[in-house]
């Protein structure tokens, strides 16, 4: 039996909601192991994987960070951040376990010493756990480290599989790059050292089952793609709303806002999947080659335009859940006039035969009134009214990514009586209630992808291209003239005014929070 059958034997309890086989034994190289990413987000979700033997019980992890730590301690942090024993997967003996396959390793990432002694405890560990040299580089830095650790990987010789047999990968995380010159160059390099085929930009909102669900819902049924286009839907509107603050990440969003952090990536990888063009198969480049197309469809943002089509927002002290909150510029960290958005609604037209003349709307901030992430598709009225006198509402068809994940229609409805009232009424799909739990982590799912070497939920250099040519003429134009007085929205509410007059200039509002 070889390493990979034993594996698989070992693991008897696969469970096939997860994973069909526990993937490829490997080493994971975690950069940035003892920061916020790492802890909060990626251990629970390996966590999570191991746990539905997802993982080949060889695989091991080595956290390499700058902060000095024993093997023992890094597993003790680690552990703090994994589900307690009352929460689902908190109970089981695999947490220890799990523990155990962890290790870490002190260096500095400008260190070229660093990485030879890393090539060596590589080594060991693959010949230790027979490892078949398989190895994932997961890069969970800040922004500004990328592309010095992936020199150095170069340099070190770590970045070529070491064998015909085996695969050598990264992940890197998002922001990748804080505009397009720098998205370019940093492709650039890590185009120089790793091939495409190797290369994983990671953007979670990809990996979250809602969104995947968006692909299927609309090319695994025969009923909604016949309407889904510019004949029978009047508008599309995206919103992804949170109701947190910036946390304790000022430094990064001060230098971003919410245009680079959240519209850049998350939001116009939805508003591709919303748009694209059926894919003849569901593998990479099939599905890549139709996202693309809708970013090279949108129409650029001309200066004059942009005043009128793009709102920026910064939220003030205010109220949420009850509680009272402090506004932007009173966060630790933040700069007392500090200019960067906390809010952007824009509009955008998708200049090709399906859409056209069909704007789509889009925000997303921090502090609203509820967290809320949203695609919800307004159709056309009924193009001749029967029902006189009653004030039918357009059906809406919306897909809830989080947090009550689900997707609902809305129709009217007569009401009981003698008399003829319409009132709307909805059809509801929940995740809980159909499969019986919620979905699980994106972390979880793209992780596992990355180690089966499935691309198709990553970005591939030409789009993340794509997305920062529609975004830079704005940061362009913001940078040269002054901001909107700030703060112009309350934490708690539903965004600025501005926001909402850009909708109904146009005869629409937004959907309420
Ligand atoms: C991250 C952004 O990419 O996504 C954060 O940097 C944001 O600012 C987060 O809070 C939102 O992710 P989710 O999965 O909580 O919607």
Redesign the pocket.
């Known amino acids: 039996m070889d390493a990979h059958s034993a594996d698989v034997a070992e693991a008897t309890q696969t469970d096939a909601y997860y994973c069909e086989v526990p993937s490829d034994p490997c080493l994971i190289v975690m950069f940035g192991a003892s920061g916020d990413l790492a802890r909060r987000k990626l251990l629970p979700a390996l966590y999570d994987l191991a746990l539905h033997s997802c993982l080949a019980p060889r695989f091991r992890l080595l956290g390499f960070a700058r902060t000095g730590m024993r093997d023992d301690d890094f597993r003790k942090s680690a552990g703090e951040f994994l589900p307690k024993a009352e929460e689902p997967g908190g109970a089981s003996g695999k947490k220890e376990d799990f523990l155990q396959h962890l290790q870490y390793f002190k260096g500095d990432y400008d260190d070229p010493d660093a990485y030879q002694q890393l090539v060596k405890r590589l080594e060991e560990l693959d010949r230790e756990r027979q490892l078949g040299g398989n190895r994932l580089f997961y890069l969970a830095v800040p922004p500004e480290v990328y592309m010095r650790i992936v020199e150095h990987l170069g340099k070190a010789g770590l970045a070529k599989p070491v064998s015909d047999k085996a695969w050598t990968r990264v992940i890197i995380e ?1 922001p990748f790059g804080h505009d397009g010159a720098s998205a370019r160059e940093l492709n650039e390099k890590v185009l120089s050292v790793f091939d495409e085929s190797q290369i994983y930009r990671i953007d ?2 990809l990996g979250k089952e809602t969104v995947q669900n968006l692909l299927v819902f609309r090319f695994g049924n025969g009923i909604f793609e016949p309407l889904w286009n510019r004949n029978y839907i009047d508008h599309v509107q995206i919103t ?1 709303a ?1 109701s ?1 603050g910036v946390e304790n ?1 000022a430094a990064f969003y001060e230098s971003a806002g919410a245009l680079r ?2 519209i850049q ?2 939001v116009l990888q939805l508003t591709s999947l919303v748009a694209m063009e059926a894919p003849a198969t569901f593998e990479a480049t099939s599905v890549r080659n139709e996202k693309i197309k809708v970013l090279q469809s949108i129409r650029p943002f001309a200066t004059e335009t942009i005043w009128k089509s793009v709102v920026r927002g910064q939220y003030g002290p205010g109220n949420v859940d009850g509680k009272p909150v402090p506004g932007y510029r009173q966060e630790p960290g933040v700069k007392r006039d500090s200019a960067a958005e906390t809010f952007v609604a824009l509009k955008l037209h998708v200049d090709n035969w399906r859409w056209s003349g069909v704007p789509f709307y889009l925000r997303t901030g921090k502090r609203l009134a509820r967290p809320l ?1 949203e695609i919800a598709i307004r159709f056309r009225q009924a193009p001749h009214r029967v029902f006189r006198g009653e004030n039918l509402e357009e059906n809406s068809l919306v897909l809830n990514i ?1 947090p009550d994940e689900g997707i609902s229609l809305s129709f009217g409805a007569k009401s009981p009586g003698a008399q003829m009232h319409i009132q709307s009424v909805t059809m509801d799909f929940q995740y809980k209630r159909a499969f019986g739990s919620g979905p699980r982590s ?1 972390y979880s799912t793209l992780i596992n992808d990355c180690i089966r070497g499935e691309a198709t939920l990553f970005d591939r250099a030409d789009s993340v291209e794509a997305a920062w040519a529609l975004v830079d003429p704005i940061l362009d134009a913001w940078k040269s003239a002054s901001a909107p007085p700030f703060p112009n929205y309350p934490a708690g509410s539903d965004g600025p005014r501005a926001a909402d007059d850009l909708a109904s200039s146009d005869g629409r509002r937004w959907r309420a929070l």
């Open positions: 998002k979670h909102y992804a949170e947190l990440r952090d959240m990536s998350h992430t989080q994106a």
